[in-house]
């Protein structure tokens, strides 16, 4: 495998971990008080969707009603470019109403902050929800319709699931040349070989089986083909399987890409999410670097 010359000391950290058992991917029982941290991200969500100086807009972008992103934008000033989430929820979540909290400080910065749902397991195949995302994804990189609204410049994030659709994306559905400028992209705890998972309680839901798991794992196909940064983090309270995937991804964009592996100091799988809140955040300051908020 093609490696840089000057690489980094997180290419030779460990990923064995990424075989453990479900209690390593059990992350609602691995994460202390995932339902109050949930809840509040909820009372915050409804709180920002009625901030002043914020417009609110739902896009439909298929027949399945799961299949619509908000896009908060600016009433008011320039636009400096988009910032566009995927949400996780291990792929049966309904989780992109509640993650509204996270637009007001960037809306205020003049950027525009897109949550991307989609239709979930185990009503919608694993396969076709990754369809969904990859499908979205490229038409808001190419400024189609429904999304033509979507202003500047684009920095593309997700968590967990969402983080693994993106990766499959990446892989799979979005050019080299976009006609909107991909800044760069932020994956946050995501799931990048499903393989594990397929001896886990989440193929209950996730419904794979061993061509699918390997099809759907971005692990298991070439690099992906960016221009633009790509940051894969992961937080340093989180299980061991899950800082394993995090560390084996970027390990395999070593040579190919623009990538850096950054362990987020005591944060957890949830309180990542809302570490992404500001441009001043742990992890906001990374999408604010490459959208020049700030400077």
């Known amino acids: 495998m093609k490696r840089a010359l000057d690489a980094p000391a997180w290419a030779a950290l460990d990923t064995s971990a990424l075989t453990n058992g479900f209690d390593d991917y059990d992350i609602d029982s691995r994460t202390p008080n995932a339902i109050g941290i949930l809840a509040e991200f909820q009372r915050r969500s409804e709180d920002a969707r009625e901030k002043p100086g914020l417009c609110l807009s739902t896009v439909s972008y298929g027949s399945d009603p799961l299949a619509v992103a908000d896009v908060f934008t600016p009433e008011q000033g320039p636009i400096r470019g ?81 983080a693994h659709l993106l990766a499959n994306a990446l892989a799979h559905d979005l050019p080299v040349m976009t006609r909107k400028k991909i800044l760069g992209s932020l994956l946050l705890s995501g799931l990048y070989d499903l393989r594990p998972l397929l001896a886990t309680p989440a193929n209950e839901w996730m419904r794979l089986d061993d061509e699918q798991a390997f099809r759907l794992s971005p692990l298991c196909h070439s690099p992906p083909k960016v221009r633009a940064p790509i940051v894969v983090s992961v937080g340093s309270e989180e299980p061991d399987a899950f800082i394993a995937q995090s560390r084996a991804y970027a390990q395999s964009m070593l040579g190919y890409a623009a990538v850096h592996y950054h362990e987020a100091p005591g944060l957890n799988h949830m309180t990542m999410i809302g570490a992404l809140d500001s441009p001043t955040s742990p992890l906001g300051r990374f999408m604010a670097e490459w959208l020049g908020v700030g400077r």
Do not use: C
């Open 82 to 162: 988009s910032i566009v989430f995927v949400h996780g929820g291990y792929w049966k979540g309904k989780s992109r109403p509640n993650r509204a909290f996270l637009a007001p400080a960037w809306v205020d910065a003049g950027v525009q902050w897109v949550n991307l749902g989609y239709p979930v397991a185990p009503d919608m195949p694993m396969p076709e929800i990754a369809r969904h995302i990859g499908g979205a994804l490229r038409r808001i990189v190419d400024g189609e319709s429904p999304f033509d609204m979507i202003q500047g410049p684009v920095v593309l994030t997700g968590n967990s699931a969402g």
